[in-house]
């Protein structure tokens, strides 16, 4: 069974950083794209990031690009978010996605796997 457990999420300051962690398991993601999305209150899932597992090739949100970074590491099946000079508009809960489709995709529907989120509030 797919798990994907994200963590990392907390309090931070504008300005400050903060890096986010997607574990997961239950199948090899050779093949796979990793994403990050976000859902602020009141507003729709948004795309962050994603990564292909096997070559590394990345896309960005135009909101994220400059700040964030999405990386992998293969021997701890491991995704990450490193969110650099945070603002205000970056607090949501952040989840971790997997999708089979070859893609950068920022089309949540695409996405088979999900996480159940972690919160990220960033504070002036």
């Known amino acids: 069974q797919v798990q994907l457990v994200e963590s990392g999420g907390g309090l931070v300051q504008a300005g400050g950083s903060l890096r986010l962690s997607c574990a997961a398991s239950?199948?090899?993601?050779?093949?796979?794209?990793m994403g990050w999305f976000r859902q602020a209150p009141g507003k729709e899932c948004e795309f962050v990031a994603a990564?292909?597992?096997?070559?590394?090739?990345?896309n960005y949100a135009d909101s994220a690009k400059g700040r964030f970074t999405i990386s992998r590491d293969n021997a701890k099946n491991t995704v990450y978010l490193q969110m650099n000079s945070p603002k205000p508009e970056d607090t949501a809960v952040y989840y971790c996605?997997?999708?089979?489709?070859?893609?950068?995709?920022?089309?949540?529907?695409?996405?088979?796997?999900w996480g159940q989120g972690t919160q990220v509030t960033v504070s002036l």
């Open positions: 996605a997997a999708t089979r489709y070859y893609g950068l995709t920022d089309d949540a529907s695409r996405y088979d796997y």
């Open positions: 239950g199948r090899s993601f050779n093949g796979y794209v």
């Open positions: 990564i292909r597992w096997n070559s590394a090739t990345t």
